[in-house]
């Protein structure tokens, strides 16, 4: 009989009537067993054991055990009951991590909301942020701008007002302005300090500086925007105009849109900073009245400096847009005496010539595409540039330009065919851009 499945019960010296047959040569023993006592009941699945009795002879009885098929149910039962134990283990300390990282995420979204939402601070808050004047910005017209940190992961740009200089009014238009924009092409005013004759101006700080860096600078020359990326900034500053513009419950002028006064994200999306200049109308009406001309030399609309040119309006920042994107395109000052050809030295016109008659640009092409998207910035700057405001475009309509294809864009009239009104001028039939600009005060 196979024994592997059974068991000791009794031990029993040979003479027992169970035994019906024994041999030993010393080295093996063999039994004959008369009859199996435990067969039936291992038969049936049951468990044999040693029956406590008086009896001389063994006796045993059965009793209920597991079977085979039950015990390899029981195992496998087992075993899912532990990966289920395991499972909700990790679903677990899966969820708490979660929740961890949840409270982590909200927090530091408290903490950048908080410090982008304008605050006033003292003068001692200010010195601890900007670091003691250790890292410096750049220098302002009206002041020193410097990196300082609100919290270990919110950085901010800190710039300190001159008092010799101005009267705060900058001061005032920037507090006025920019604390109730909010637009993603628009650097952000996190706070300000008004401490006795200190006053200062937070922002949100850009990593990649200004735009002038890049267009300018033969330090940076290696790192040369493409002329995609040219593209997405003029469309992105654009936009930002347009809803300065459009999109403010009081229509806002810049007054000061220039390289300098672009600055750029980590992702080099452009962001229009320096207030100090603007001014308030009201939305209804297109025009303002000004005592003094404002703005940078090279990017003044000349209605600002004559009024034989036109009345001030919102169509004072196109003309500066203008200009911007062809010292885009050409990668230089708009006038620049240092070139060699005298031709040269008013890049606007000179590039509008070379437009009129089908001449190649010469400027960097690198990528297929780029002689396109160089020639519609062009256009889209010299319509921007025209002389008198009624022929310039909209903000709306230069953004729906520069978002078109270049190939649809016609070349607007030469803006530097006559810089002096006459008759002839007045009275020339109105392009589409042209509308009636009313004059009102502007609004302090």
Same mark, same amino acid.
């Given at each position: ?100 990282? *949840? ?26 942020i900007r670091n003691q004047f250790k890292d410096t910005l750049g220098q302002e017209g009206y002041g020193t701008v410097y990196k300082g940190k609100l919290s270990n992961e919110v950085f901010v740009a800190v710039k300190i007002l001159n008092n010799s200089q101005g009267n705060g009014e900058e001061f005032i ?160 000052? *708009? ?55 009624m022929d310039r475009p909209s903000m709306k309509i230069v953004v729906q330009m520069l978002e078109g294809k270049g190939g649809k864009l016609t070349i607007p009239p030469n803006p530097f065919a006559s810089t002096t009104p006459t008759k002839t001028n007045l009275s020339k039939p109105r392009s589409a851009f042209q509308q009636e600009l009313a004059i009102i005060s502007e609004v302090e």
């Amino acid at each position: 009989m196979d024994l592997s499945s059974c068991r000791g019960l009794y031990n029993a010296s040979i003479g027992y009537h169970v035994f019906t047959d024994y041999k030993f040569n010393g080295s093996a023993f063999s039994l004959k067993w008369l009859k199996s006592i435990c067969g039936s009941c291992l038969r049936g699945g049951h468990i044999c054991r040693l029956k406590k009795s008086n009896s001389r002879e063994p006796e045993t009885e059965c009793i209920k055990g597991v079977s085979k098929q039950t015990m390899v149910t029981g195992t496998i039962f087992d075993f899912f009951l532990l990966m289920l134990v395991i499972a909700m283990f990790y679903r677990l300390y899966s969820s708490n991590k979660s929740e961890r990282e *949840n409270r982590i995420k909200v927090k530091r979204f408290l903490e950048y909301y908080e410090a982008l939402k304008p605050s006033r601070y003292s003068y001692a808050d200010i010195k601890r942020i900007r670091n003691q004047f250790k890292d410096t910005l750049g220098q302002e017209g009206y002041g020193t701008v410097y990196k300082g940190k609100l919290s270990n992961e919110v950085f901010v740009a800190v710039k300190i007002l001159n008092n010799s200089q101005g009267n705060g009014e900058e001061f005032i238009n920037e507090v006025a302005t920019m604390g109730t924009i909010h637009h993603v092409n628009i650097v952000r005013l996190v706070g300000f300090c008004a401490d006795r004759f200190k006053r200062a101006l937070i922002y949100e700080y850009l990593p990649n500086e200004s735009l002038e860096k890049f267009i300018f600078s033969r330090v940076v020359k290696n790192y040369s925007l493409s002329w995609k990326k040219l593209q997405e900034i003029a469309i992105g500053i654009a936009k930002g105009i347009e809803y300065l513009h459009q999109g403010c419950d009081q229509r806002i002028l810049h007054f000061d849109i220039k390289p300098h006064n672009i600055l750029l994200d980590h992702n080099f999306n452009p962001k229009i900073s320096d207030f100090g200049l603007a001014k308030l109308c009201s939305k209804e009406q297109s025009a303002v009245s000004m005592t003094v001309a404002r703005g940078t030399i090279g990017y003044i609309a000349p209605e600002v400096l004559s009024r034989n040119f036109g009345n001030v309006s919102y169509k004072s920042d196109v003309y500066s847009f203008g200009m911007l994107l062809l010292e885009m395109v050409g990668e230089r000052k *708009n006038i620049d005496v240092s070139v060699e050809s005298t031709s040269q030295v008013y890049f606007p016109e000179w590039i509008y010539n070379h437009l009129d008659i089908g001449e190649e640009l010469y400027i960097r092409i690198e990528e297929k595409g780029d002689v396109e998207i160089a020639k519609k910035l062009a256009i889209v700057g010299l319509s921007c540039i025209q002389w008198y405001p009624m022929d310039r475009p909209s903000m709306k309509i230069v953004v729906q330009m520069l978002e078109g294809k270049g190939g649809k864009l016609t070349i607007p009239p030469n803006p530097f065919a006559s810089t002096t009104p006459t008759k002839t001028n007045l009275s020339k039939p109105r392009s589409a851009f042209q509308q009636e600009l009313a004059i009102i005060s502007e609004v302090e």
